[in-house]
């Protein structure tokens, strides 16, 4: 059946409205300086930071490049590709992850059952496909589920923290989220409970705090389980270079790690710092986006309806049209395009720029 591209504009207008709390909510994975993809034509190629085609399109989809390769779909099919554009582990899997930490999670579909694995950079399947799901490595293990429950695996896919969670977010700084009958509470590597499941809602360790929600009401703890921050939030986002975005009423702004605001709430919404910058949401009925800097300063000003954060100096934005179609492109610290705007109308393309905005979250992986 064929989607309308108003439809498509509308599912792309939904998708900006979320991206920042759908992506706040799981804590970054540092992607490579580039090359960063593109669309033209319905295929997804890559250009470099200055704005250079250095991958021609030529696939159904295409992500962000991870330790050197990026996850693109040939078909119905994923694979990885190198900066060159050789593909260096072929398009034969059902769905991909990025790699992280020298392995990434793929998955097969063998008589009529779906089940995850994990390919090094040479493409060899170093841990069989027995997972129902799986997610990211790091500090050396990766969760996973292989009956019902979710547990941690190590590098020879041995669990090595039982299967007890419904829930479970990879290591950081030597903790890891876990989720027992709604509530969240952190590990560590041995499959202690270091922080128990206490809290409705919890994010990843960063910079040794997390941010955790009881009550409606969000602080941060750090590594030695104690609150440092009161819980005295409506929302807040993880620590990155050193400020943290917090909402206060209706509206975002950011604190420092004593828990001061240092950039008064104004925004409608707030993303990360990164590179120096962090999203912010303009208020009223047209809400745009902008950058600020550490200050509070407006850097760059709002005018996107789609802005994601800073990665080797370039960020990807984009503006919508009554008409349904899309002006998508990367933008340099300084506001200006590196690449683009480039202008979207047909469905194909809308489709493929549709999951470049969205991270190319192609995967099911499940942090």
């Known amino acids: 059946m064929r989607i309308r591209t108003t439809a498509l504009f509308m599912i792309l207008l939904a998708l900006a409205l979320s991206a920042v709390s759908c992506r706040e909510r799981t804590d970054r994975v540092r992607r490579d300086d580039g090359p960063f993809p593109m669309a033209e034509n319905g295929k997804v190629g890559f250009v470099n930071a200055k ?29 990885f590709i ?9 398009a034969v899997y059902t769905d991909a992850a990025h790699f992280h930490e020298g392995l990434a999670a793929v998955r097969k579909t063998e008589d009529g059952k779906d089940r995850w694995c994990y390919v090094n950079r040479k493409g060899r399947e170093v841990i069989p496909c027995r997972f129902k799901a799986a997610g990211m490595f790091s500090d050396g293990l990766a969760p996973a ?12 896919g041995r669990f090595v923290v039982e299967e007890a ?70 929302d807040a986002r993880s620590f990155y270079q050193d400020l943290a975005a917090v909402q206060v009423g209706d509206k975002w702004g950011f604190i420092n790690r004593r828990g001061r605001l240092v950039i008064q709430p104004r925004f409608a919404r707030a993303g990360d710092f990164s590179q120096g910058l ?21 850097a760059i000003p ?44 047909k469905p194909a ?10 991270g190319a979250g192609m995967y099911e992986e499940v942090y």
Do not use: C
Request: proline share 3%; aromatic share 14%; glycine share 14%.
């Open 51 to 79: 704005g250079k085609v250095v991958i021609a399109p030529a696939f159904e989809l295409g992500g962000d490049f991870y330790e050197g390769l990026a996850v693109v779909r040939r078909g119905d099919k994923y694979g």
């Open 82 to 90: 190198n900066k060159k554009g050789r593909e260096v582990i072929k």
């Open 145 to 156: 589920v292989q009956n019902s429950k979710w547990g941690y695996i190590d590098r020879k």
């Open 165 to 234: 969670y419904d829930s479970a977010g990879p290591f950081h700084q030597g903790l890891a989220r876990i989720a027992l009958g709604g509530d969240n509470g952190f590990v560590n590597r041995n499959g202690r409970l270091m922080v128990n499941p206490q809290y409705g809602a919890a994010m990843n360790y960063s910079q040794g705090l997390a941010a955790v929600m009881r009550d409606g009401r969000w602080g941060y703890i750090n590594d030695s389980r104690g609150f440092v921050i009161p819980m005295q939030f409506r």
């Open 278 to 298: 962090a999203m912010a949401q303009s208020a009223g009925e047209d809400a745009k986006w902008g950058f600020v800097n550490r200050k509070g300063r407006l």
């Open 302 to 345: 709002a005018q996107f309806d789609f802005a994601d954060s800073f990665s080797g100096g370039l960020a990807r934005a984009a503006t919508y049209t009554r008409d349904g179609s899309v002006s998508f492109g990367y933008i340099n610290r300084k506001g200006d395009y590196a690449w683009g705007p480039q202008r979207y109308s």
């Open 349 to 358: 393309d809308i489709a493929a720029i549709k999951e470049i905005m969205s």
